[in-house]
């Protein structure tokens, strides 16, 4: 098997604004693996939150690349991979993604199956689809309605909507607007951890009557104990998601909290997200499948995850300016899983991307 590597610059249709940070663009790279003539594909993103910058990225898919020369084919690498699960791995969980997603890719179509099939549901006849949902930044609130109406109006039925501005009341205002423009929307409300634990207890009660289905990661992570116990009094379902990174965060919130955002950057990919979903399955804590900003190639291998969540948050290709990648949709609202073989993505028009390959 032979791998090469790309980077590619995806800049945002306009900024996103979170509690924490502001984000314009991040690089993504491609990893390619090549055996018999196919090739199979996977993505990671730079991210500051998680310390991953493009150079890093590279080296570290570089090396993994070079180690899957010594397997005879794609398939075994997978198998290798499966029998170290759960041990220690010293690569970032974004890199231990994209290597599978692109294996996985690879046996796909090298066996003519789907991903979601390999990944366990032999018997599926149709491929996995859900309703995203659509982020709203931290905007005044008369931009966030206006986003919200279009939205609504092209089908999508569920927002999620930003919060952490310095003034609560600033959000509180943002999520009315969001309402009024969208009445018929499911809504959820993610903070990023900018609020103290005692300025959630005041406002969950708010954000409930103005009928928020569900919080993520309300206080800042690192005290998974303070969000389990903000869980068992809140009026509304708290998910966690910087607090709920691995699997032993996982189990330690299940049945703690009634959701986890599982994110294949963060966990290290499809099969690490499965074994996420089986732990806590019966607990009373559901799954929410999220992302990174990243292209339609990043966000396939969770599409072929949602029929096992709750909630899926795969927007992240709809929040960019040129998705270089197709395949998944999204544009109405639902994201949908391909029934061809691999991931079903496919590269747009060359011409349309710019990218630097070979070694770092």
């Not at 010594?70 to 170290?84: I, K, V, Y």
């Not at 599978?100 to 990944?119: I, M, N, Q």
């Not at 303070?226 to 809140?234: K, M, Q, V």
């Not at 966990?267 to 399955?281: D, N, Q, S, V």
Request: negative net charge; glycine residues 10%.
């Amino acid at each position: 098997m032979k791998a090469t590597l790309r980077t590619v610059r995806l800049t945002l249709a306009e900024p996103l604004r979170i509690s924490r940070s502001v984000t314009t663009a991040r690089d993504a790279v491609w990893l390619t693996i090549e055996h018999d003539g196919l090739h199979g594909h996977g993505e990671a993103v730079t991210s500051v939150y998680y310390g991953l910058d493009t150079d890093t990225l590279r080296q570290r898919l570089y090396v993994s690349g070079r180690d899957l020369g010594r397997f005879p084919d794609p398939e075994s690498a997978l198998r290798e991979g499966a029998a170290q699960d759960g041990r220690p791995d010293d690569r970032p969980p974004a890199v231990t993604a994209a290597v599978e997603a692109a294996l996985l890719d690879l046996c796909g179509k090298r066996s003519g199956t789907p991903v979601f099939r390999l990944l366990g549901d032999e018997s599926a006849r149709t491929a996995p689809s859900a309703p995203t949902a659509r982020t709203i930044g931290i905007v005044p609130a008369a931009h966030a309605a206006a986003q919200a109406r279009t939205l609504a109006a092209a089908g999508f039925a569920l927002l999620k909507v930003k919060a952490g501005a310095p003034d609560p009341e600033d959000d509180l205002d943002r999520v009315r607007a969001v309402r009024s423009a969208a009445p018929g929307a499911r809504l959820l409300l993610d903070p990023n951890g900018a609020w103290t634990a005692e300025q959630t207890r005041h406002l969950l009660p708010r954000y409930d009557e103005l009928g928020v289905e569900a919080v993520e990661q309300p206080i800042a992570p690192g005290d998974p104990e303070a969000l389990a116990r903000l869980a068992e009094r809140s009026p509304l379902p708290l998910i966690a998601d910087e607090d709920a990174v691995g699997l032993e965060d996982v189990r330690r919130l299940a049945g703690r909290v009634h959701g986890v955002n599982v994110k294949l950057a963060k966990c290290g990919g499809p099969r690490a997200a499965l074994r996420m979903a089986e732990l806590i399955a019966g607990s009373g804590t559901e799954l929410m499948l999220g992302c990174l900003t990243a292209s339609t190639l990043g966000l396939a291998p969770a599409v072929h995850l949602t029929d096992r969540a709750r909630w899926a948050d795969l927007d992240g290709h709809l929040l960019l300016a040129d998705d270089p990648w197709t395949g998944i949709g999204g544009a109405d609202g639902v994201v949908r899983a391909s029934e061809l073989p691999g991931l079903g993505v496919r590269e747009r028009a060359a011409d349309e991307t710019r990218g630097t390959g070979g070694r770092p």
